[in-house]
Structure formats: structure tokens, C-alpha cells
């Protein structure tokens, strides 16, 4: 499957092994591997602390019946691990169940990460500065999106 910026999860559906119950191996979007993640926030961890972590996902509103979200701050993206475990105690679950923030960025806010359920990858708003040392990366696989790149599951479809 091309590796391009409209690659959606209908394309890599067909090529994924099979898993349990013949079902194809699923792509889990809204959460990233644990190692690319170490990279990218090594990556993005240069800007003026604190970084922002917000939570604000249907699965909150699921697991805490309460209908707002929730902002954790930490002075380095190095300190996500202990973020994670703080949200599952606020919420009173597992950090299993909250893995994954929705938006996370720095307080000069020269850049943002999107991390959204709804969405296949992972996107990062920022300046070429930032974006070369993300897209030169060995551990991370990132492409140059633009604005109007269209996004959504239906990216792929011709004539958009």
C-alpha cells in the first residue's frame, strides 16, 4: 500500500493478516506505538515547558460520565508516562483505557500534536524547523501534509 498523506485504514485493510475470528488485524487510530512515541516527543521536546496534555475524547465522557475534559500539565514529554497514570486515576480506571491524549502542545505553542480517534494518523501542526527534525527521523514514519489535504476516512476517493 502507498504511504501517502490521503492513506486511510480502507487501504490498509485488504493487506492486513487476518486476526482473531478470520476479522482482519485492526488499525488502531487515536493511539500511537509506544517507541515511535518516545522518538517524537525526544523530537518535539524543545520548546518552553509545560507541556499540555488534553483529554477530551468520547471514551472520558464513557469511563467518567462527566461531560468535560481534562488538561494535565508536565514540564517535560518525557513525564508522559506519568500523565497516563494520573489520568487513570482521576478517572478511576486503568491508564490502559486513556492512553492517548487528544491534543497535546507546548506552552509556546510552536506546535500541536492531534492524536484523534476519528482520524487514521497522527498529526502535528508546526514549523519547518520542527517538521525537519520529525520527518528525518529513523524511528518515525511522517509525511509533509498540507491544510488542505483532506484528512477523514474518505481522503482516498477519487476528485477530492
Known amino acids: ?11 490498509l485493510e485488504p493487506v492486513l493478516p487476518e486476526g482473531e475470528h478470520g476479522r482482519p488485524w485492526a488499525v488502531y487510530d487515536g493511539e500511537l506505538d509506544a517507541l515511535v512515541a518516545d522518538e517524537l516527543f ?9 507541556y499540555y496534555f488534553a ?6 465522557f464513557v469511563l467518567t460520565g462527566r461531560g468535560q475534559g481534562l488538561v494535565l500539565e508536565a514540564d517535560s514529554l518525557s513525564e508522559f508516562s506519568s500523565v497516563q497514570r494520573e489520568v487513570g486515576r482521576i478517572a478511576g480506571v486503568g491508564s490502559d483505557a486513556l492512553k492517548w491524549p487528544e ?19 497522527t498529526y ?3 514549523n519547518d524547523e520542527i517538521a525537519d527534525r520529525v520527518l528525518v527521523s ?3 514514519e511522517a509525511i509533509d501534509v498540507q491544510l488542505s489535504t483532506r484528512v477523514d476516512d474518505h481522503a482516498d476517493e477519487q476528485g477530492e
Open 42 to 50: 525526544r523530537c518535539l521536546d524543545t520548546a518552553m515547558p509545560p
Open 1 to 11: 500500500v502507498p504511504f501517502g498523506p490521503t492513506l486511510t485504514w480502507r487501504q
Open 55 to 60: 483529554y477530551r475524547l468520547a471514551i472520558w
Open 124 to 126: 502535528i501542526g508546526m
Open 138 to 140: 529513523p524511528g518515525i
Open 103 to 121: 491534543y497535546v502542545w507546548p506552552q509556546d505553542r510552536s506546535w500541536i500534536l492531534n492524536c484523534d480517534y476519528d482520524l487514521t494518523s
